[in-house]
């Protein structure tokens, strides 16, 4: 039986399947209730892939202790259910890496969905 590192590995991921099984263990509000969506795009730094698909410049927080304000990288989109009060913990519903040619708003939130 395959496992779920191997199929990370391979990079064969049912995206959508993957959005299931997010959305199954979400503890979604009741009935009539109000549902908070946060969506973030946080950077994954990874100067050393010299290599990497799609690799673009990246933002560095924090300056001055940062010796350059830019690195390359990838952004990440992430979607989460936020709860209903604060310190509760966060459910994700998506996470998906921005392609340099979108922003992030159309990776979080796609116009054709």
Request: glycine share 6%; net charge negative.
């Amino acid at each position: 039986m395959a496992s779920l590192y191997e199929a990370f590995e391979d990079g064969r991921i049912n995206r959508k399947r993957l959005q299931e099984v997010f959305l199954r263990f979400a503890r979604l509000p009741e009935k009539g209730k109000v549902v908070w969506i946060g969506v973030d795009s946080s950077n994954l730094y990874r100067p050393e892939a010299q290599t990497a698909a799609d690799r673009s410049v990246v933002y560095v927080p924090n300056l001055p202790e940062s010796d350059r304000p830019i690195s390359y990288g990838w952004q990440i989109s992430t979607v989460v259910l936020l709860p209903e009060e604060a310190g509760q913990g966060s459910y994700v519903l998506d996470s998906q890496r921005i392609p340099s040619n979108r922003l992030a708003t159309e990776v979080a939130a796609p116009a054709d969905q």
